[in-house]
């Protein structure tokens, strides 16, 4: 898989190369199963058409931008986001640089300059994708606004227990400490890459913590894996591990959260934790 880089400078020399295409449109933070729909949905198409598969996403997210928000909880960092996409049959992943000057883009523009420019001769999104100044674009209007050069797909609602997946969902799931249900919406476990050395796990950037509290995780590398318990702090990005961990696993780690533990007390008053009870059934 090609990963570019697209940004006013560079547009006109990547139009100049483009091939016809079948693109998914989306920001696609976390890939959870809504996104992966997309993906699919415009895999297929491209299959058909026997042309290429291509993924577009913007970076930083437009909430940063549009919202102002200064500290956004993102899912994964880019790299991650590329290894899955490639997993998952990508052939070009465009990112785009969202600045305000790509916010204020005009419906018609985005279309002509980042779609028909590039070559895309079909759109895939979820209903709820919007493009150009202040979102005025949507799946509705996105054939019209091309005139008519590019096809549509709208992939539909993806739900767990009746509510929409998405991404907002799984980071307020995070920030509520409710990891448990994590797998129904992303489709397996969430994970995080760290540095670990003796006690102390150092998550990457652009990864969302869960809620400070005590959790069931599993550590693992290339070749090895530990159940066993973290800490996450109050006011510190660096977790705890309840027990050592071991030199044949230390350095690069992902961590796999199972299950968040509830503090206790005996009758004596001290202290002890057990697994959670807010579990989900699928």
């Given at each position: 898989m090609e990963t570019i880089y697209l940004n006013k400078r560079n547009l006109a020399a990547y139009q100049d190369m483009a091939s016809s295409n079948v693109l998914a449109l989306g920001c696609f933070d976390g890939l959870h199963r809504g996104h992966v729909k997309v993906i699919q949905s415009a895999l297929q198409v491209a299959k058909e058409r026997k042309v290429s598969l291509s993924v577009m996403s913007f970076f930083p997210h437009p909430k940063t931008v549009i919202g102002g928000k200064e500290c956004f909880h993102y899912l994964m960092p880019q790299s991650e986001k590329?290894?899955?996409?490639?997993?998952?049959?990508?052939?070009?992943?465009?990112?785009?640089?969202?600045?305000?000057?790509?916010?204020?883009?005009?419906?018609?523009?985005?279309?002509?300059?980042?779609?028909?420019?590039?070559?895309?001769?079909?759109?895939?999104?979820?209903?709820?994708?919007?493009?150009?100044?202040?979102?005025?674009?949507?799946?509705?209007?996105?054939?019209?606004?091309?005139?008519?050069?590019?096809?549509?797909?709208?992939?539909?609602?993806?739900?767990?227990?009746?509510?929409?997946?998405?991404?907002?969902?799984?980071?307020?799931?995070?920030?509520?400490?409710?990891?448990?249900?994590?797998?129904?919406?992303?489709?397996?476990?969430?994970?995080?890459?760290?540095?670990?050395?003796?006690?102390?796990?150092?998550?990457?950037?652009?990864?969302?913590?869960?809620?400070?509290?005590?959790?069931?995780?599993?550590?693992?590398n290339k070749w090895n894996s530990l159940q066993t318990e973290v800490v996450v702090n109050e006011k510190s990005v660096m977790l705890t591990s309840k027990n050592q961990v071991p030199l044949w696993l230390e350095g690069n780690l992902t961590i796999v959260w199972n299950r968040q533990m509830r503090t206790e007390r005996d009758q004596t008053g001290e202290v002890f934790y057990e697994y959670s009870t807010n579990e989900s059934s699928a």
């Open positions: 590329e290894k899955r996409l490639c997993e998952l049959g990508v052939d070009t992943f465009y990112l785009v640089e969202f600045d305000r000057d790509f916010a204020g883009l005009s419906p018609q523009a985005f279309i002509k300059e980042y779609l028909i420019k590039l070559g895309v001769t079909h759109a895939v999104a979820g209903y709820d994708f919007s493009y150009g100044s202040r979102g005025a674009g949507n799946m509705e209007t996105l054939k019209q606004d091309s005139g008519d050069m590019i096809d549509v797909t709208t992939v539909e609602k993806v739900e767990y227990k009746g509510e929409k997946i998405s991404s907002t969902r799984i980071r307020q799931q995070l920030l509520d400490g409710k990891v448990e249900e994590l797998p129904y919406l992303i489709g397996h476990s969430y994970e995080i890459k760290c540095e670990c050395a003796g006690f102390v796990l150092t998550p990457y950037s652009n990864y969302t913590l869960p809620a400070p509290g005590r959790y069931e995780v599993t550590l693992k």
